[in-house]
C-alpha cells in the first residue's frame, strides 16, 4: 500500500491497488487542465563509452584466471561487443545515406 497525501484535506490516502493510484494521478491532472504540460522530445540515441586505454590485470577467459577476473573480463567483453554492433549500426546506416543521395542526384 502507498500512502500519498491529499494537498486539499493533508491526510494520508491509501492505495491498494494500481489502478487506484493511476485513477488518482489522472483526477489530479484532469482537475488542473488549464496548467501547461510537460512532454518530453525525442531521446538521445544511444551511444557507447570511449574504450579504456589500459586494461590492468585481466588474464581473460582462460584456466589461470580466478573466479573475480572472469566476471571482469565478461563486462569489457560485453562493452566490447556492444560498442562493435553501434560502430557496425552507424556504418551501415551511413552507407544507406550515401546511396540514397547517390540515387537521388542521379
Known amino acids: 500500500t502507498a500512502k500519498r497525501y491529499d494537498k486539499d484535506k493533508e491526510k494520508p490516502v491509501v492505495t491498494n491497488k494500481l489502478v487506484d493510484g493511476q485513477r488518482r494521478k ?36 582462460s584456466a589461470g584466471a580466478g573466479s ?7 563486462a569489457i567483453r560485453k562493452r566490447t561487443m556492444q560498442r562493435e554492433e553501434y560502430l557496425n549500426k552507424q556504418k551501415e546506416e551511413s552507407d544507406q545515406q550515401t546511396e540514397f543521395e547517390k540515387r537521388v542526384s542521379e
Do not use: A
Not at 45 to 61: A, L
Not at 68 to 74: I, K, L, S, T
Open 26 to 61: 489522472l483526477e489530479n491532472l484532469m482537475s488542473r487542465i488549464d496548467k501547461p504540460m510537460n512532454i518530453p522530445g525525442q531521446t538521445k540515441d544511444w551511444k557507447p563509452s570511449d574504450p579504456k586505454e589500459f586494461v590492468r590485470n585481466v588474464m581473460g577467459s
Open 68 to 74: 573475480g577476473e572472469f566476471h571482469v573480463y565478461r
